[in-house]
């Protein structure tokens, strides 16, 4: 049984919005504030529902928390006097969601990017000659002097702030190479050892340096944290070797060294319908389960289940508040038993049933397994899916034609599906069949008498899996003008029933054609079959014409949300 049990604590932050596209990648902290402050209705409305969550995740069997974020929680001399303010009233508001999971039994754990900073910052470290491996440091020993009851830090050092993140603090890449990596633990590592306190470090990166591949590369993972011996070290790892997907083989890294290690799971599956669209992940967690029964010193499980990813106002569910992401808590539920208890998901889900007064438990896991199908090759192009593809430094998504809650339509990603895909025709023929399967869950919840929710959600997924089929017919093969229009007409009425829909530019996915030879060569040669470096690969990460010219045509057409697909260029 893991020892450590983390869960995000994103859901309590998030405070009642309107409309307009959402980061949930950590708390939207310019959102919290009204006129740069923190009012009293503000904090006494995220530490009602901090009750709330905290004990339902105790509940659970989850045992620590990881709360955004160290920015927020030290105070530094050289800050101006508004922000001094403003800061001491996230101590305050922190102080008492402290003392909350305390009382709950739960071990709390400060998230934060290496490293997160301002204009005053750079300038205060420019004055004084500082390092920003100095103004971390200090960091550190001011949040462990200002709250005692924190036990440690959740460091992410491969992926920075989102375009769209506002706010006193944004990240930025402080590590290029796996030499500064292992250089930067080695200075910060001591902190922790004196102050009894842990370091959870994210192997998590997307591609950007030569440290951007430290999530799949057994290279650099050793050039990481080979000559590295701590206590108070923590490697946390998502399961596979790019974002949180399907058709992902467990990460090998998990048996590459002794290092104590923790595994990243995601139960709002933010590329799978954030919480909205029918999801269960039971199996597959099991599977991973069984398979690190053989790892070394893995000592404990780091589950999202709020945080990742973009979403519109109208995917806004709050897990475990406002009962509003039935399937999000379902997997949250399902996901604790399989780790903590050791249980088959036939029991974990047999008392989901139980507690939440489902009465046929055999014919509900019927259902999971009619909706698990459906998301597996509903969403997911399967012999594309099953394929490890890889960039430069990044392994390809699995889901390589959705964007949270966007198709992205265009010549780049076609060429890449119309290469890797040889059989078309299965491939679109399970495209529909996956609608189907979705139909059948919602007659067999009509029969189980579900909660409305819970069936509307499933009448949304045969809906989107059907227009989703279709996209994904046109992707690979095109479609006749007839049917395009017809499936213009679909996608109308689709928008018009579901507030909740999936978002597809029709002018876009109706200027798909064949593709230029330029691109058919890029993606029949750039993109690799296995994570080993080829000498293309290598001119390609280089600083070369040929790479200036890959970026300059492939950028115009993805699409450039989080950080921008750009960065995989750096």
Same mark, same amino acid.
């Given at each position: 049984?893991?020892?450590?049990?983390?869960?995000?604590?994103?859901?309590?932050?998030?405070?009642?919005?309107?409309?307009?596209?959402?980061?949930?990648?950590?708390?939207?902290?310019?959102?919290?504030?009204?006129?740069?402050?923190?009012?009293?209705?503000?904090?006494?409305?995220?530490?009602?529902?901090?009750?709330?969550?905290?004990?339902?995740? #105790?509940?659970?069997?989850?045992?620590?928390?990881?709360?955004?974020?160290?920015?927020?929680?030290?105070?530094?001399?050289?800050?101006?006097?508004?922000?001094?303010?403003?800061?001491?009233?996230?101590?305050?508001?922190?102080?008492?969601?402290?003392?909350?999971?305390?009382?709950?039994?739960?071990?709390?754990?400060?998230?934060?990017?290496?490293?997160?900073?301002?204009?005053? !910052?750079?300038?205060?470290?420019?004055?004084?000659?500082?390092?920003?491996?100095?103004?971390?440091?200090?960091?550190?020993?001011?949040?462990?002097?200002?709250?005692?009851?924190?036990?440690?830090?959740?460091?992410?050092?491969?992926?920075?702030?989102?375009?769209?993140?506002?706010?006193?603090?944004? #990240?930025?890449?402080?590590? #290029?190479?796996?030499?500064?990596?292992?250089?930067?633990?080695?200075?910060?590592?001591?902190?922790?050892?004196?102050?009894?306190? %842990?370091?959870?470090?994210?192997?998590?990166?997307?591609?950007?340096?030569?440290?951007?591949?430290?999530?799949?590369?057994?290279?650099?993972?050793?050039?990481?944290?080979?000559?590295?011996?701590?206590?108070?070290?923590?490697?946390?790892?998502?399961?596979?070797?790019?974002?949180?997907?399907?058709?992902?083989?467990?990460?090998?890294?998990?048996?590459?060294?002794?290092?104590?290690?923790?595994?990243?799971?995601? %139960?709002?599956?933010?590329?799978?319908?954030?919480?909205?669209?029918?999801?269960?992940?039971?199996?597959?967690?099991?599977?991973?389960?069984?398979?690190?029964?053989?790892?070394?010193?893995?000592?404990? !499980?780091?589950?999202?289940?709020?945080?990742?990813?973009?979403?519109?106002?109208?995917?806004?569910?709050?897990?475990?508040?406002?009962?509003?992401?039935?399937?999000?808590?379902?997997?949250?539920?399902?996901?604790?038993?399989?780790?903590?208890?050791?249980?088959?998901?036939?029991?974990?889900?047999?008392?989901?049933?139980?507690?939440?007064? !489902?009465?046929?438990?055999?014919?509900?896991?019927?259902?999971?397994?009619?909706?698990?199908?459906?998301?597996?090759?509903?969403?997911?192009?399967?012999?594309?899916?099953?394929?490890?593809?890889?960039?430069?430094?990044?392994?390809?998504?699995?889901?390589?034609?959705?964007?949270?809650? %966007?198709?992205?339509?265009?010549?780049?990603?076609?060429?890449?599906?119309?290469?890797?895909?040889?059989?078309?025709?299965?491939?679109?023929?399970?495209?529909?069949?996956?609608?189907?399967?979705?139909?059948?869950?919602?007659?067999?919840?009509?029969?189980?008498?579900?909660?409305?929710?819970?069936?509307? #959600?499933?009448?949304?997924?045969?809906?989107?899996?059907?227009?989703?089929?279709?996209?994904?017919?046109?992707?690979?093969?095109?479609?006749?003008?007839?049917?395009?229009?017809?499936?213009?007409?679909?996608?109308? %009425?689709?928008?018009?029933?579901?507030?909740?829909?999936?978002?597809?530019?029709?002018?876009?996915?109706?200027?798909?054609?064949?593709?230029?030879?330029?691109?058919?060569?890029?993606?029949?040669?750039?993109?690799?079959?296995?994570?080993?470096?080829?000498?293309?690969?290598?001119?390609?990460?280089?600083?070369?014409?040929?790479?200036?010219?890959?970026?300059?045509?492939?950028?115009?057409?993805?699409?450039?949300?989080?950080?921008?697909?750009?960065?995989?260029?750096?």
């Amino acid at each position: 049984m893991p020892k450590l049990r983390i869960i995000d604590t994103l859901a309590p932050f998030c405070l009642p919005h309107a409309h307009g596209q959402i980061n949930w990648s950590k708390a939207n902290f310019a959102a919290l504030e009204q006129n740069g402050e923190l009012t009293d209705a503000t904090v006494k409305h995220i530490l009602q529902q901090s009750r709330t969550y905290l004990r339902r995740v #105790s509940q659970l069997g989850y045992n620590a928390v990881g709360v955004d974020d160290l920015a927020h929680l030290v105070v530094h001399d050289f800050y101006h006097s508004p922000l001094k303010r403003r800061l001491a009233m996230y101590q305050k508001m922190y102080a008492q969601f402290f003392e909350l999971a305390r009382a709950q039994g739960q071990r709390i754990f400060a998230t934060t990017d290496y490293l997160f900073s301002n204009p005053t !910052i750079d300038a205060h470290l420019q004055q004084t000659g500082s390092s920003a491996e100095d103004f971390f440091a200090d960091c550190l020993t001011k949040l462990f002097t200002t709250f005692p009851q924190i036990d440690g830090i959740i460091l992410r050092v491969g992926e920075r702030d989102g375009h769209d993140v506002r706010g006193d603090f944004l #990240s930025r890449l402080q590590l #290029s190479t796996p030499a500064q990596a292992n250089a930067f633990l080695k200075k910060v590592l001591p902190i922790f050892e004196k102050a009894g306190k %842990t370091l959870i470090f994210r192997t998590w990166t997307v591609g950007v340096h030569p440290i951007g591949d430290l999530i799949w590369n057994p290279d650099t993972f050793a050039a990481v944290f080979g000559d590295i011996a701590s206590p108070s070290l923590i490697i946390s790892m998502k399961f596979g070797d790019t974002d949180f997907m399907r058709y992902l083989a467990l990460n090998p890294l998990f048996f590459a060294s002794d290092h104590q290690k923790i595994i990243e799971l995601q %139960t709002r599956r933010e590329w799978e319908g954030m919480g909205i669209l029918p999801n269960f992940v039971g199996w597959d967690y099991q599977k991973y389960r069984d398979q690190l029964a053989k790892a070394k010193k893995l000592i404990g !499980i780091y589950v999202w289940c709020q945080t990742g990813g973009w979403a519109n106002g109208t995917w806004d569910g709050l897990t475990f508040l406002r009962d509003s992401s039935f399937w999000t808590e379902l997997n949250t539920y399902v996901t604790a038993r399989l780790f903590a208890g050791g249980e088959s998901v036939e029991a974990a889900v047999a008392a989901f049933c139980a507690d939440y007064k !489902i009465t046929n438990a055999s014919n509900f896991l019927l259902l999971l397994q009619l909706v698990d199908h459906a998301a597996r090759e509903g969403l997911y192009i399967k012999e594309f899916a099953s394929t490890p593809l890889y960039f430069r430094r990044t392994r390809l998504p699995s889901l390589a034609y959705i964007m949270w809650d %966007t198709v992205v339509a265009n010549s780049v990603l076609t060429a890449l599906l119309r290469t890797a895909v040889g059989d078309k025709t299965l491939a679109v023929r399970q495209g529909y069949e996956a609608a189907k399967t979705a139909q059948q869950a919602v007659q067999l919840a009509q029969q189980l008498k579900l909660p409305g929710e819970v069936l509307r #959600s499933l009448q949304f997924g045969a809906a989107t899996y059907n227009v989703l089929a279709i996209v994904r017919e046109h992707l690979l093969v095109g479609l006749p003008v007839e049917r395009f229009a017809a499936f213009e007409k679909l996608y109308a %009425t689709y928008r018009r029933d579901w507030l909740e829909h999936y978002r597809v530019d029709i002018a876009a996915l109706q200027k798909i054609g064949r593709s230029p030879v330029w691109l058919q060569t890029l993606t029949r040669h750039g993109v690799r079959g296995q994570s080993k470096y080829r000498l293309f690969d290598r001119v390609l990460l280089a600083t070369s014409p040929l790479q200036g010219f890959v970026a300059r045509r492939v950028l115009k057409q993805l699409a450039n949300q989080s950080m921008g697909i750009g960065a995989i260029f750096e």
